[in-house]
């Protein structure tokens, strides 16, 4: 049983440029949220996608973006890329359609993409 | 909104001792209080969660406790080992699968 992938594990870009990353959830899971985590921090909240929507957003402009396709993977974007916008870029998964009293808190990370910003 | 604290941000034992890292959280609504271990150049991985409804969780070697009145949360690792040695986040949530709070992180460094 896979866990969570993300491509690619490494991406170089310079201010300015667009940048778009990838995520494939856990066997049997729904729904995906991003993270962005910052060297020697924790990992902060972008957004959560459900149903090809998104369900929550946290405190991130709105040059961050994302899609969910049918399948439940998921994509980040990132617009007009600054050197702060430097970090790993965590997806994780859930299963949010369950029977009555499924867990649906427990959440699955992927190893991440680390972004450099020039 | 929720502001995860957590303390130590460093911590050094030796081969066989036990490990304890605190969190306190703010929003007394969480109600969900997972705690990950994150190895270098690695996503964080699960190590062990507790609800609001449970006061205290065991999986071998590893432990956490809740004090929903001082809104504060413990991971206790007892017997630790090298390869504890890693990065622990807590974390918390108000709402079942809703955004999770993290905390800063503790460094364990366990040597032998």
């Known amino acids: 049983d896979a866990g969570v992938t993300q491509s690619p594990t490494h991406l170089i870009k310079t201010r300015g440029q667009q940048v778009t990353l990838r995520c494939s959830p856990k066997s049997g899971h729904d729904t995906v949220s991003w993270y962005q985590q910052a060297l020697g921090q924790g990992p902060q909240f972008i957004f959560q996608y459900y149903e090809e929507e998104e369900r929550q957003r946290g405190n991130f402009p709105d040059r961050f973006s994302g899609h969910q396709y049918p399948n439940y993977s998921s994509e980040l974007n990132v617009n007009a890329l600054l050197l702060g916008d430097s970090a790993l870029y965590l997806c994780?998964?859930?299963?949010?359609?369950?029977?009555?009293?499924?867990?649906?808190?427990?959440?699955?990370f992927g190893p991440g993409t680390r972004l450099t910003v020039l | 909104g929720e502001n995860v604290e957590q303390h130590p941000s460093t911590l050094s034992v030796q081969e066989g001792d036990s490990a304890v890292i605190k969190c306190t959280y703010s929003?007394?609504?969480?109600?969900?209080f997972p705690w990950y271990k994150q190895e270098l150049g690695k996503g964080p991985q699960l190590i062990i969660d507790?609800?609001?409804?449970?006061g205290e969780k065991k999986d071998q070697r590893i432990a956490v406790t809740l004090n929903k009145t001082a809104k504060h949360f413990s991971l206790h690792i007892t017997e630790t080992q090298p390869e504890d040695s890693a990065v622990y986040f807590c974390a918390a949530n108000r709402q079942a699968g809703t955004a999770l709070i993290f905390g800063k992180g503790t460094t364990l460094s366990v040597s032998s």
């Open positions: 929003d007394s609504a969480s109600n969900y």
């Open positions: 994780a998964s859930r299963r949010d359609r369950g029977r009555p009293g499924t867990k649906k808190d427990t959440q699955y």
């Open positions: 507790i609800r609001s409804n449970v």
